[in-house]
């Protein structure tokens, strides 16, 4: 028997369109959409793709992710407004200064990406109290940075506050990790109310709650007590959003085993706007549901079920 060897089977988002269109018979064998039609198939496939996120975690959107924590600082930005530049950090070189006291711009190198960019920030006493950074149109700003005075120029390398890229959706678990120890601190995620109600929200300490707000395009993480010292990084168990359907050539952010429902989903999405029979709409939306269900059904994680004693007797 012969084997192919491949299992890299995937669509694009063009084949997925052209393949939603002949479910719906409005496109034949060999045939290829307008512009329009892919134009308006392309903003439903993304509304689509948009709405499964409200029906659970994929697997494959758990990330992890983590960032430090700054002294006196309880409000940490996830997203596009985050402050994670590149991870190796930000260099700033600066030979006019000096170390001195006061107000500067200076150009920053982004470590990453090699785009320059600009660096505003002031020093008190030898250390960088404020830092604004603009690198390829990415806003950051962080305290607590140590200033040093290296040969040739001072150069500085910038922690980010928070979290740049996607906003994280949802978080699954939480924890914050003692950089020196290893030491890990399990945090509780409270809502909205339960924040509001803490009653001096400047506690300082080591902090074992946390509350997170996704907002649109910035999440917020905020943290109680308020951290007292460097030293410490909030690590979390996140649900990251499904990347858009840009071009024509754009993989599916989803497992291969997810193509079938992609097809039909977005094929139930089209019937209507398309004007297709009443029989032809509930047979394609029959099987969108099952297809769709099958996946979450797939994707959800296995794990063991513990039964404990209630002490209270209940």
Not at 120 to 143: C, H, K, L, M, W
Not at 212 to 235: K, M, N, S
Not at 270 to 276: A, I, K, N, Q
């Amino acid at each position: 028997m012969a084997l192919s060897g491949v299992t890299t089977f995937t669509m694009t988002r063009n084949d997925c369109i052209k393949a939603a269109l002949r479910v719906l018979r409005e496109l034949g064998a060999g045939g290829v959409p307008t512009i329009e039609d892919y134009e308006n198939c392309n903003q439903a496939l993304n509304i689509v793709l948009k709405s499964w996120q409200m029906r659970g975690i994929p697997l494959w959107k758990l990330v992890e992710i983590s960032f430090p924590l700054f002294p006196a600082t309880a409000l940490y930005p996830l997203g596009l407004a985050g402050g994670s530049i590149v991870d190796a950090g930000i260099t700033i070189v600066n030979p006019g200064s000096g170390g001195t006291d006061g107000t500067w711009v200076e150009p920053v190198l982004d470590t990453g990406s090699g785009v320059d960019g600009e660096v505003e920030y002031r020093i008190d006493g030898g250390i960088i109290t404020f830092v604004t950074v603009t690198v390829a149109g990415s806003n950051y700003s962080s305290p607590w940075v140590q200033f040093t005075n290296a040969a040739g120029g001072d150069e500085v390398t910038i922690v980010p506050l928070g979290r740049g890229g996607a906003r994280p959706l949802k978080f699954r678990d939480a924890w914050i990790r003692d950089d020196a120890t290893g030491q890990d601190t399990p945090q509780l995620q409270v809502a909205r109310q339960d924040y509001n109600q803490f009653g001096y929200k400047a506690q300082t300490g080591v902090p074992n709650q946390y509350w997170y707000d996704p907002q649109l395009g910035t999440g917020i993480v905020t943290v109680y007590p308020v951290p007292t010292a460097l030293g410490r990084t909030f690590y979390g168990i996140v649900q990251m959003p499904i990347q858009d359907m840009v071009t024509a050539t754009d993989n599916f952010d989803l497992p291969q085993e997810w193509l079938q429902a992609i097809k039909w989903g977005l094929a139930d999405e089209l019937s209507l706007e398309y004007g297709c029979p009443a029989d032809v709409r509930g047979e394609v939306a029959a099987k969108a549901a099952k297809f769709v269900d099958d996946c979450f059904g797939y994707s959800l994680e296995e794990s063991s079920v513990y039964f404990t004693v209630d002490p209270t007797g209940r």
